[in-house]
């Protein structure tokens, strides 16, 4: 791999016009291929010209996530999002389907190039012009999200700003800053619902214009739910309920006792001691030095590759204000570079949680990238893609005193116990979704209303105290990127948490056992269903009945040595 710097990468805007022309061309090559290695060379050629639009795409998308203020990116990601999707990719995937030499394609890619042919060929068959709306709008709603200002003690602060003010181990701080927080998005509510409104109208249409009865069974098939759907990840959320909420209870009174308060009101659920949670002992640059020992702790390769991260600029996690907030992610920029790394450090615990989760992210994009995959294996079945970067968060606890110094066992005991919280939390946003998609002429009130009583079945006795107002007009809503960005994807957290507490378990016997089962599953990409990308790792898919009984078992044991 060539040295490069990313504030050095080219962006040259993509001619979409000519990208369809040679997709139309690539397309009647198929057709008239006389051999199987026609075909290959044709589909590698395909790979390229799509590997290179991804490139100038997601190099827009990161820059302008780094400065939403920055209005030449802005407006080249809305149009490179919509070139993107109306591109016509259907009738060369067609083509490949049809072609004589699909049996030996699937000799040579193995079972599930023929599924993934059909799955593309099903989600993009029409609706293009109403894909391209949904990103325009997915896109305008994070821009204008972070660049909303919270008046909070005399200045203005960016919504990533009163992180850690939601985290004060003062109580009226806490309150203060989430009531001018929610203040400041209800103020917005008159841009931001219709926008959800709109999101939902758009994919309701978008699952019907592909013959979908509805978006569920859409959003299903394009995140690879194969041999399982509604039914299971709806008892998989009964689980949780049965299963794992009752141990939350216990936790949340033991963090009342902590806290030293009569009860645990929403404002204090972020807090898990009295003192304030654990702050990192250093800024993104203390955490990327302190990074570096502990990925050549797991192993040399991984110390190497994330140096070659830190040399190319492929990271940023300073803190800015100028940020996309209330999110972290990894995405590829293709072209023989590495994966990319983005956070937004506000001086919480969250800084190390987010960093090791979108570096596992990474790791495994890299793994995957080496195997030489075609393209359309890249992608692993994307309720498997979030364990790499769960387990990587919890493979960071023996390395928590580089990051937190006397904080370290804090870091752990909080830690731990939130990522149990995260099960259910995302199950409540997966339930929403569910409502939201099977009402999809429902109200933003209605839908706010139901955002509560769905939240309250995993987290009972909740009391929203002096917020309670803010939250029933919908502040919460507004602020929730799961829904509007995300939808019916966040449930592939709650069961990649599932499988990354079974790593972290053998990890604590058999760590050579545990890294070997890890790097199998980061290798397999997308040349396996879910549940065979977990068999290979010899793990079980998350939603098998039992599942979350075992993990809360494993959780309380580990608990009591803590």
Known sequence: MESYQFSKLPY???????????????????????????????????????????????????????????????????????????????????????????????????????????????????????????????????????????????????????????????????????????????????????????????????????????????????????????????????QVKTDLVPLLRELREEQRRELGVDK???????????????????????????????????????????????????????????????????????????????GNCNGTDSDVAVFTHEIGHAWQAYLTEEQGYPDIFKEMALDAVEIPSKTMELFAYPYAGEFFGKDAEKFRRGHFREALVEIAKYCSIHETNTWLYTHPDASFEEIAAAYEEIEREYEPGLDNGELEDYIRQGASLLRNMAIYSFPRYVISYSLSEMCAMELFARMQTDPKGAWNSYEKLCISGGIRSYPDTLRQAGLEPAYAPGSVKKVAEFAREYLKKQ
């Open 264 to 342: 645990l009101m929403v404002y204090d659920l972020p807090v898990r001691f009295r003192d304030g949670n654990a702050r990192p002992a250093g800024d993104a640059a203390y955490l990327t030095e302190a990074s570096k020992k502990m990925y050549d702790g797991l192993s040399t390769k991984f110390g190497a590759f994330f140096r070659r991260m830190v040399e190319s600029e492929s990271l940023d996690v300073t803190a800015s204000p100028n940020k996309v907030a209330g999110m972290g992610f990894c995405t590829t920029l293709k072209k023989g570079c590495l994966p990319y790394v983005f």
């Open 12 to 238: 040259v805007p993509n001619d979409f016009p000519a990208i369809q022309e040679k997709l139309n061309g690539f397309t009647e090559k198929i057709k008239s291929a006389s051999s199987v290695e026609e075909v290959l060379e044709i589909i590698g050629q395909c790979d390229a010209l799509l590997e290179e639009t991804g490139h100038q795409m997601t190099l827009a998308y990161i820059r302008s996530s780094l400065d939403c203020t920055d209005q030449f990116y802005a407006e080249a990601i809305q149009r490179e999002s919509a070139g993107c999707a109306t591109l016509e990719q259907a009738p060369y995937t067609n083509a490949l389907l049809e072609s004589p030499f699909l049996p030996e394609l699937e000799k040579k890619f193995g079972p599930e190039y023929r599924p993934r042919l059909e799955r593309e060929a099903r989600l993009l068959s029409s609706g293009l012009e109403l894909m391209a709306r949904e990103s325009e709008l997915v896109n305008q709603y994070q821009q204008k999200k972070a660049m909303v200002k919270i008046p909070f003690q005399g200045r203005d602060c960016s919504e990533g700003e009163m992180y850690a003010l939601f985290e004060s181990p003062d109580r009226q701080t806490r309150i203060d800053a989430r009531r001018a927080t929610f203040e400041a998005f209800l103020e917005k509510k008159e841009e931001f619902a219709p926008m959800l409104l709109e999101l939902v109208e758009l994919r309701h249409k978008i699952a019907k214009a592909n013959d979908f009865d509805s978006y569920l069974d859409y959003a299903n098939l394009s995140f690879f739910r194969r041999g399982y759907g509604e039914e299971e990840l709806t008892a998989f959320c009964g």
